[in-house]
């Protein structure tokens, strides 16, 4: 009778435990979905109003100039890698259920958005969104497809339900060589089930029957990739129609088209002595920092980094001792990017593309652009770029000892030019045998009791 008791007791506790786990995993669900917005996943069109990246494809309305898959082409076809297996694609008139007219796609975060639409809705299809990071993707004349698949592409494959209503996504990431399904990603999908009038439809649309979206014609969705580790920084993407939601489905109608998620380089205030003229420079971001980015400046031929910055943080590049010569010196240039917390990186910010006077503290612009004229003609070097020889030439601001030294791109000391005395005012000329110089960018710096000065040399045979 105890015996019977305990297993009871066990059987009990056990079904307890199962209630638990259960009820805790529908609150953990509810918490992760919580903080997107239900418009992501409603079949409503019009929330893609001014929203994300829209593009269109031919209907078949416009006769056979709808670009579209050909000779069976699937998915699980590695055509990126110029095999045999490769897609194809051909001029025509695609399926009806299957024609694309309207796609779009944005990045909130780590969310991923899509929607696209059909021309009609008899029947189930399926829909497939792959997002590449290859540029070069894109169709040859020839009826091929041209790119390579990189680690980290994305598929996700969705049913188009006729009758509309939720359907879950099914998220594939490239990884070697095929495609593994991405179980860590969950996302939501959802065809309208009931009619949308032109009205509440943003962009053209030209249905095979009727007008507006039918039951079943419009799909949106979303795929949270928060907590995956997956970069959702991309180059193209294309949106399929396909037969069912399988991986070896076969392929119906197609569009391709550029999705560029970039940032913007950031702007920065360059603090006189300038590298963008004839001294050590500071280098300040000014543009908003957001948390988890990454600030990376190469200045002649070096790299810093900064980062990961928290949301707001001063962001300052400057030269140390143990930087070399060449890092933020004058004519060094500098080029400076940011990547953030999804692995995004900025275009370069650099001495070509930088806006407004470098600053000092107590000096008019005025007193620095005469400055900067004043010192510049202190130190010069030609022919740039030399051969065999190179002449230097400067003048010392007051009476004293200097030296000039030869430093390569990367701030190591090549060999010193020459030490001695001078009278301010006074024209110094040197003349340096670079014939046993290497190829490439040279540095020569001149110390006397007024600072320091560099001037930029090019050896190119």
């Not at 929607?115 to 894109?138: C, E, H, K, L, M």
């Not at 962009?203 to 419009?218: H, L, N, R, V």
């Not at 193209?236 to 109608?253: C, F, G, I, P």
């Not at 003048?395 to 060999?415: H, M, T, W």
Request: hydrophobic letters at 35%; proline letters at 3%; a negative charge.
């Amino acid at each position: 009778m105890k015996l019977l008791i305990n297993e009871k007791y066990l059987r009990v506790v056990k079904s307890l435990k199962h209630v638990v786990l259960l009820i805790s995993l529908l609150v953990c669900s509810a918490t992760a979905f919580a903080q997107i917005p239900s418009s992501y996943c409603d079949g409503n069109p019009s929330d893609w109003d001014g929203v994300g990246k829209h593009d269109t494809d031919v209907a078949n309305a416009a006769g056979n100039t709808d670009d579209q898959f050909a000779q069976g082409a699937k998915d699980e076809d590695r055509w990126l890698t110029r095999d045999a297996t490769r897609w194809h694609w051909s001029l025509g008139t695609a399926n009806a259920k299957g024609d694309i007219q309207n796609i779009g796609v944005a990045v909130d975060g780590c969310v991923l958005r899509f929607f696209g639409d059909r021309t009609a809705v008899n029947g189930d299809a399926g829909i497939g969104f792959w997002f590449y990071r290859d540029p070069a993707v894109s169709l040859n004349p020839n009826g091929t497809f041209n790119g390579t698949h990189v680690n980290g592409d994305i598929l996700i494959l969705v049913n188009f339900l006729g009758g509309g209503g939720t359907a879950v996504p099914t998220t594939y990431e490239w990884s070697g060589s095929g495609l593994v399904e991405l179980t860590s990603a969950e996302g939501c999908g959802f065809t309208n089930i009931d009619p949308i009038p032109d009205s509440e439809i943003p962009w053209d649309y030209t249905p095979k029957f009727g007008s507006g979206y039918g039951k079943g014609a419009f799909f949106e969705g979303y795929v949270d990739f928060c907590g995956t580790g997956t970069s959702l920084c991309f180059a193209k993407y294309l949106v399929e129609t396909r037969n069912s939601q399988e991986l070896t489905a076969a392929l119906q109608d197609f569009a391709l088209e550029d999705f560029v998620t970039e940032i913007p380089a950031p702007t920065v205030a360059i603090t006189e002595p300038s590298l963008c003229g004839d001294a050590f420079a500071t280098v300040t971001v000014t543009s908003t920092v957001e948390a988890g980015s990454t600030y990376t400046l190469v200045s002649g031929g070096i790299s810093k980094s900064i980062g990961p910055t928290t949301a707001g943080q001063s962001v300052i590049f400057t030269h140390a001792s143990t930087d070399g010569a060449a890092f933020l010196a004058a004519g060094s240039d500098f080029s400076l990017t940011v990547t953030n917390s999804a692995g995004c990186i900025s275009a370069a910010r650099n001495c070509d593309n930088q806006s407004g006077a470098a600053i000092r503290a107590t000096e008019s612009s005025s007193e620095i652009r005469k400055s900067e004229s004043t010192r510049l003609k202190e130190i010069t070097a030609y022919p740039v770029p030399f051969t065999s020889k190179v002449n230097v030439e400067f003048k010392s601001e007051r009476n004293g000892n200097y030296s000039i030294n030869l430093y390569d791109s990367k701030g190591k000391l090549v060999k010193e030019l020459k030490n001695g005395k001078a009278k301010a005012g006074q024209l110094q000329h040197l003349e340096i045998d670079g014939r046993n110089l290497s190829d490439g960018m040279y540095f020569i710096r001149v110390v006397d009791g007024a600072g320091s000065r560099t001037v930029k040399l090019l050896k190119k045979e």
